[in-house]
């Protein structure tokens, strides 16, 4: 079974600054899939990035980018140029294939201070 | 994506009774999925639902509690039976692709937050 932990339980950012995210997990599939989400207090799940694990470049989109470490099951995920509307939940996922479940970790909250 | 909408939003209900959580989906998808948020938690998966055949469990979730129902392609029904105010949750359905034919990414619909008396 897969696990994943997210060890920061919130982080404080200033705007236009950048914050790094936490996420490490465990598995024995050799093929797997690893996640961003952000749930905003609207509660709306909202996939910010997605990474396969059989690819060694990092993934990124805009301001988001990813340092997947394999070797050491670490996925964190950096936030660029922090904006007031990054505020959120943001949760770590990962899938052991197409068409299973998403396995999250318990959260990170990031607050954005003006 | 895919344009996911549930109903009902959010609901107060009575203990004892029973609650269907309705999941429509913009387009056909294979796979959709039932999860659970309890309060200032994460998503724990209830179950995976295929048209055509029966629902998936995960570990801790039995049918009896979370009847599910998936009639077609587009469309799904979660029940929660016999509520307590340990089932106040807020349930969010998903679905994988969404008829982009990117697999490997899963949507979310916007969550119903129930709350039990």
Redesign the interface.
């Known amino acids: 079974a897969q696990t994943v932990t997210q060890s920061q339980p919130e982080m404080s950012v200033q705007e236009a600054e950048t914050v790094t995210l936490s996420c490490t997990y465990d598995t024995s599939e050799s093929d797997y899939y690893l996640f961003w989400y952000k749930q905003p207090p609207s509660r709306q799940m909202i996939l910010v990035i997605r990474q396969e694990a059989y690819k060694q470049q990092n993934a990124t989109e805009n301001r988001f980018s990813v340092n997947f470490q394999k070797a050491a099951k670490s996925f964190s995920l950096k936030i660029s140029d922090s904006q007031l509307g990054d505020a959120a939940m943001y949760f770590c996922a990962s899938q052991e294939a197409a068409g299973n479940k998403l396995t999250f970790g318990g959260g990170t909250r990031v607050l954005v201070k003006p | 994506?895919a344009v996911i909408s549930q109903k009902p939003s959010r609901d107060i209900c009575q203990r004892g009774t029973s609650l269907t959580i309705q999941c429509q989906v913009d387009s056909q998808v294979?796979?959709m999925?039932w999860y659970r948020?309890q309060p200032g938690?994460?998503?724990?998966?209830i179950a995976?639902a295929n048209q055509g055949s029966e629902a998936t469990y995960?570990s801790g979730f039995v049918i009896d509690k979370f009847p599910i129902s998936r009639p077609n392609l587009t469309f799904s029904t979660l029940t929660v039976s016999n509520m307590s105010p340990e089932d106040s949750s807020?349930y969010?359905c998903?679905v994988?692709g969404g008829g982009t034919g990117v697999?490997?990414?899963?949507?979310?619909g916007?969550?119903t937050?129930l709350t039990v008396l």
């Open positions: 994506s294979t796979m999925f948020q938690q994460s998503l724990t998966l995976t995960e807020i969010l998903s994988e697999y490997n990414e899963q949507f979310f916007p969550g937050r």
